[in-house]
C-alpha cells in the first residue's frame, strides 16, 4: 500500500502546486479588483486570468469523467443561485429539511450551491485532487460513499444545531433563513482523507516546526471558523466544515470497506487526536 502512496505522490504533488499556483492568481486578482487600475494594470490582470483559466481548464480536461462532471454541476449551480428561488429550494435549510417539510433532496443539492465563485473555484480545485488522490485508490463507488455520509449527515446535524438554537431563543432566523450550502463538509472529509493516506508527508518547513498533512484539517478548521466570524464565510460554514472532519473521520476508521475485506483503519497515526 505504501508503494502505491509513493507512486501517486509524484501525480499529486504537480497537481496541487499547479492548483496553488491558481489560488494565487486568483488571489492577487482578487486584491486589486476594486482598485483604480491603469490600462497596463488592466492588461495584467488579463493575462493572469487567461493564465489561471488554462490552469484550471487543463486541471479538468485531465482528471476523471467523475471530476468533469462534479466541475460541471458545480458551475450549473452557481447560476442557479442567482435565483433566489432556486437558492432555497437547493439549500438546506433547518426549518424544511426536517419534517414535516421534509425537503430531503437539499442534502444532494446543498453540496454544490455557492455563490461566490472564488469559492465555487476552491470546491472545483478539491475536487481535481480528490480525483488525482482518492479516486485511483477508492474508485468512483467508495468516494460516492464517502461523499454522501460526509455531507448528508453533516448538513443534518448542522441543522439539527440550528433548530435547537431556535428552540432556545425562539429567533425564526435560525429556522427559514438560515442556509446549508456548498462543499464545506467534504473538503473537511478530503483533509481528513488525505491525512489518512500520507500523514507525515511534510508540506511547508516552518522556524517553528513542520507543516505535515495530519496538521491540515485542524488548520484548515481554524481557518474557517475565524472567516465566519469575520463575515467573509457564511455562518453554517464551520460548523458545516468541522461536522465533515468528525464524520469522515468515523467512517474512515470504523466502516469504510476494504478489497482485502477489512474494514475501517485502526492505524495508531490515524487516532482522532493525533
Known sequence: MKKYYLS??????????????????????????????????????????????????????????????????????????????????????????????????????HNFLQRHIVLVLVDICVVILSGKLLEPLWGPLQIGI?????????ALLTALIYMVMYYISGNT???????????????????VAVKQLMPDEVLLKLPFGKLRNKHIPLICLVIAILLSVAGILNGPYAMHFGFG??????????????????????????????
Not at 429556522?175 to 483533509?191: D, S
Open 8 to 109: 501517486i505522490k509524484s501525480t499529486s504533488n504537480s497537481t496541487i502546486l499547479n492548483l496553488m499556483s491558481c489560488i494565487r492568481l486568483l488571489l492577487s486578482m482578487d486584491t486589486k479588483r476594486n482598485k483604480k487600475m491603469e490600462t497596463s494594470s488592466e492588461t495584467h490582470n488579463s493575462r493572469n486570468s487567461n493564465i489561471f483559466q488554462s490552469h484550471v481548464i487543463l486541471s479538468v480536461i485531465s482528471s476523471s469523467h467523475v471530476v468533469k462532471g462534479t466541475s460541471a454541476v458545480l458551475l450549473l449551480f452557481y447560476f442557479l443561485s442567482f435565483s433566489d428561488s432556486a437558492f432555497d429550494h437547493l439549500c438546506v435549510v433547518p426549518g424544511y429539511v426536517l419534517p414535516p417539510n421534509f425537503w430531503v433532496w437539499t442534502l444532494v443539492t
Open 146 to 154: 464517502f461523499f454522501a455520509v460526509t455531507t448528508a449527515s453533516s
Open 173 to 191: 432566523v435560525y429556522l427559514f433563513e438560515t442556509h446549508i450550502h456548498g462543499l464545506g463538509a467534504y473538503i473537511g472529509g478530503f483533509c
Open 245 to 274: 472532519i468528525l464524520f469522515s473521520w468515523i467512517y474512515l476508521r470504523f466502516y469504510q470497506k476494504h478489497s482485502n475485506g477489512n474494514k475501517g483503519d485502526m492505524a495508531e497515526d490515524f487516532s482522532f487526536a493525533r
